[in-house]
């Protein structure tokens, strides 16, 4: 911060400034050191030609750049991720705003619901892939039984990415509803009250009072699942074998930055895969902040 | 239709919803009890297709898998890691949320958006780094150890903000008057109104700190001072494809998780009888 | 300046609170100060234990080390504190106050069966060797053959394990690299040492069992120590 603006602060500006940094310094200070210290670590392998049978790296500047943005498989599997994100983080969010809301009222049993829902997220995931395989599987799976279909579910390209994407709507669900929960407390009750006596029903009162006043809270699950979304890894590999044809139009950029960064010893490409990532990310964060100051409510 | 028969009405489309959801959640938690009561055969046979196990229940698996390890330090483990990153991301993050959701600072969108530049970072690249200052520190095989990433948090802190900025602005002028500085005003005032923010906050890093694996496997070579979750994938790795042990020591970690949870939501949801809509 | 008038708010603060409690007993003192003041003094005397726990093991701390040893995909004990490490601590007379001597077993990917995709016991192998930390790992030779295409394991021509590859030549395991551009041809990344106490004393594999050494390995000297401890004590 220049001079110049320190003077132009008033007394208790420069308070609040002292104050305000103390109360961000902890949080700042550790996340430099646990976080940003390793990053910059991988800004600069991405430079790098990464060294194997025990060479040395080498700088080799924007190589790896070139390399990558111009593999058909990064874009490949920067769409496939995209594809991903746009079923997730809707339906996890429609669906998780109306349970939040149902459990929200005055209803018995809610606290058993809202364990019940709670509970995909502490399972193991090695049960969780394997209720999905068998939900999936082509011959015996629970889904061609009912349907009496035979549908490949997750080895068929045009298909295997709904049915992964349907999997992280699944085990989204109640995270974001205990995130809306926990919004909706923060409603004052009044507010419905007095649009009960106006005689607003239930819709309505959803529409004018828990949308808008929820709109913080919907903005904030919607950027950090957002984020999340496009770094999905996890489940990819849970479900997915690597002999599955489905494989090249389904992956995700950060499992291509396994591949290579683990599978492969290429470092530098995998952090260069990185980059390429954050700097979507980032793209996309900076259009969801200017769309915040537009449709998000704040009293 | 009477405003009595329509509300009676929309009760049971909610309850019948909200049914047909549980079951759909319940199916892997059921699945995991299932195969750990069957044998080792029945539970990756597919041709017969065995749903509820065939040559009976095999209550017995939890208590091998019960002896042959000793839950109760890896319960100790994981409690305390748990616990300590509890503390000391509620604590960080409901400072930094409180500066960045209501005071205004020289450097507050550069230092906000090292925030958001974190989560969006796949953490995959942070852990060797980590466990290399974690080692220089001599905090291997400890519950330091096992805590120190999650000293501060970045979702923590944005969540929290969020939590800040949602509370009526009329307040902290009320309370400026009264001659309270900055520093009372936030704690006697302000912390205590996101208490269902910090709540979801505390739950979230309890969840996160017991689901994650590859730190505790990292950090702790020694069976005595890790997780239940890395102490899971121990015995996976020794048992290969067990799956009724694998997913009998799996009900048993998750118990402790679900009673903290069921605990914790309690406090959680307190504030309903005042603050509940009706729909 | 400021330091001043901080110094004036504090000092007059303190005044202030006197006063307050000026006509207090000691008990209601106490309860006051704790009444207002207990947050700040809880994270106050915490952070004092913390910062002391960590100074202590800081000043303690063994950082360094002799070598570290993977053992991946074996179900015996083979980590710090077993026979096995027991004998080589023994053998080489490494002071282990000044730096230590890692025996890691509990690695279980078996890479020739799925390449480790998704185990997280491979990426911490990965990291660990990217890192120069790890500087032996042995698995069965099909695997090692495997996780020696990423150029993850030294290439034993090269000058600083000569030793190593005069002495075990006959014996070596080759892999083709992911990377064409280091080599084509195969390159010699492990040793097969199925023979050794490994095997036949320690059980630690069935089939066969190869040692690689990690590309970023400082410590050769330590391994080619290990080498001839494993070698020399079969069948003793």
Redesign the interface.
């Known amino acids: 911060m220049s001079e110049k603006k320190k003077k132009g602060m008033t007394a208790a500006e420069k308070r609040t400034a002292y104050w305000a940094w103390a109360f961000v310094a902890p949080t700042i200070i550790g996340l430099i050191v646990l976080n940003f210290y390793p990053a910059i670590n991988t800004v600069w392998q991405s430079l790098c030609k990464t060294g194997d049978f025990g060479r040395g790296n080498t700088f080799v500047g924007f190589a790896n750049y070139a390399k990558v943005l111009s593999a058909g498989e990064t874009w490949q599997s920067l769409w496939n991720t995209i594809k991903y994100a746009l079923i997730e983080v809707p339906f996890g969010v429609v669906i998780a705003l109306i349970l939040a809301v149902f459990l929200n009222q005055k209803l018995k049993g809610t606290s058993v619901f809202r364990t019940i829902f709670f509970l995909p997220m502490v399972c193991a995931p090695a049960a969780v892939a394997m209720v999905w395989k068998w939900l999936y599987n082509q011959q015996f799976g629970l889904l061609n039984n009912i349907f009496h279909t035979n549908v490949a579910w997750i080895s068929n390209p045009k298909i295997a990415w709904i049915s992964i994407a349907i999997i992280g709507v699944w085990s989204v669900i109640g995270y974001n509803m205990v995130l809306f929960i926990s919004g909706l407390q923060e409603i004052p009750g009044d507010y419905y009250e007095a649009a009960s006596i106006d005689g607003a029903n239930g819709v309505r009162q959803f529409l004018s009072i828990t949308v808008p006043l929820l709109s913080p809270t919907t903005f904030f699950i919607v950027q950090t699942r957002l984020i999340g979304a496009l770094t999905v890894f996890d489940l990819m590999f849970m479900v997915m074998d690597k002999t599955n044809l489905a494989l090249q139009k389904t992956q995700s950029i950060v499992y291509l930055f396994y591949t290579y960064a683990f599978t492969n010893g290429n470092k530098g490409y995998g952090a260069t895969l990185v980059m390429v990532l954050v700097v979507f990310i980032m793209i996309v964060t900076f259009i969801m902040q200017k769309a915040e100051k537009k449709f998000v409510y704040y009293n | 239709m009477s405003i009595e028969a329509r509300n009676r009405m929309?009760?049971i489309i909610?309850?019948v919803?909200?049914v047909i959801?549980?079951f759909?959640?319940?199916?892997?938690?059921a699945?995991?009890i299932l195969?750990a009561v069957k044998t080792n055969q029945e539970s990756i046979s597919?041709?017969p297709?065995y749903i509820l196990p065939h040559n009976g229940w095999h209550w017995e698996n939890f208590a091998t898998v019960w002896k042959s390890y000793n839950f109760v330090i890896l319960y100790k483990n994981t409690l305390l890691m748990i616990f300590f990153r509890v503390v000391c991301a509620c604590?960080?993050?409901t400072?930094?949320g409180?500066?960045?959701g209501r005071?205004?600072?020289?450097?507050?969108k550069f230092?906000f958006s090292?925030?958001?530049?974190?989560?969006?970072?796949?953490?995959?690249?942070?852990?060797?780094?980590?466990?290399?200052?974690v080692?220089?520190?001599?905090?291997l095989n400890?519950v330091?150890g096992l805590v120190?990433?999650g000293?501060?948090?970045?979702?923590g802190?944005?969540?929290l903000k969020?939590?800040y900025?949602?509370?009526?602005?009329d307040l902290e002028e009320a309370a400026g008057i009264d001659g309270c500085?900055?520093?009372q005003k936030?704690?006697l005032i302000m912390m205590p109104l996101t208490r269902?923010?910090m709540?979801?906050l505390g739950?979230?890093t309890a969840?996160f700190a017991?689901?994650d694996?590859?730190w505790p496997?990292?950090v702790c070579?020694?069976s005595a001072t890790t997780t239940l979750s890395a102490g899971?994938?121990?015995m996976?790795?020794?048992y290969g494809s067990d799956?009724p042990t694998?997913?009998a020591s799996?009900v048993l970690?998750?118990i402790p998780?679900?009673v903290i949870?069921?605990i914790f939501?309690?406090q959680?949801?307190e504030?309903?009888a005042?603050?509940?809509?009706?729909? | 300046m400021n330091l001043i008038r901080m110094k004036n708010r504090i000092v007059k603060w303190f005044q202030n609170e006197r006063r307050k409690t000026a006509a207090m007993t000691p008990r209601a003192k106490a309860a006051y100060v704790w009444e207002y003041y207990k947050v700040p003094i809880v994270a106050f005397v915490s952070l004092v234990l913390v910062s002391i726990y960590l100074a202590s093991h800081f000043v303690t701390a063994v950082r360094d080390h002799w070598v570290y040893i993977m053992f991946a995909d074996t179900r015996a004990e083979a980590g710090n504190g077993s026979e096995l490490w027991k004998g080589y601590v023994e053998l080489t007379g490494f002071d282990l106050s000044e730096k230590a001597v890692d025996f890691n077993s509990e690695a279980w990917f078996d890479y020739a069966k799925d390449e480790g995709r998704g185990n997280r016991y491979f990426a911490l192998f990965c990291g660990l060797t990217d890192e120069g930390v790890l500087d032996a790992v042995t698995m069965e030779a099909d695997s090692l053959e495997g996780v020696g295409r990423s150029g993850r394991l030294m290439d034993l021509r090269d000058e600083r394990c000569r030793k190593i590859y005069e002495r075990y030549k006959d014996r070596l395991i080759y892999s083709v690299p992911y990377n064409t551009e280091y080599s084509t041809d195969p390159v010699p990344i492990g040793i097969d040492i199925s023979d050794s106490a490994l095997v036949t004393k320690y059980h630690l594999y069935e089939e066969s069992c190869a040692i690689g050494i990690g590309a970023q390995s400082t410590h050769i000297e330590a391994v080619e120590q290990f080498l001839e401890y494993v070698m020399c004590t079969t069948g003793a």
């Open positions: 929309n009760k909610m309850y919803i909200l959801m549980a759909i959640m319940l199916v892997p938690f699945w995991m195969t597919v041709a297709f604590l960080t993050a400072m930094a409180y500066a960045f005071l205004e600072f020289p450097g507050k230092l090292l925030i958001l530049i974190q989560m969006m970072i796949p953490a995959q690249i942070f852990i060797i780094p980590q466990y290399l200052m080692s220089s520190l001599g905090l400890s330091a120190f990433p000293i501060v948090t970045a979702f802190t944005y969540l969020t939590g900025q949602g509370l009526p602005k500085n900055i520093g936030f704690l269902s923010a709540i979801s739950i979230f969840l017991f689901k694996l590859m496997m990292i070579t020694n899971l994938a121990k996976q790795g020794q799956y694998m997913m799996a970690a998750i998780m679900i949870y069921v939501q309690k959680f949801v504030g309903i005042t603050s509940g809509g009706k729909l």
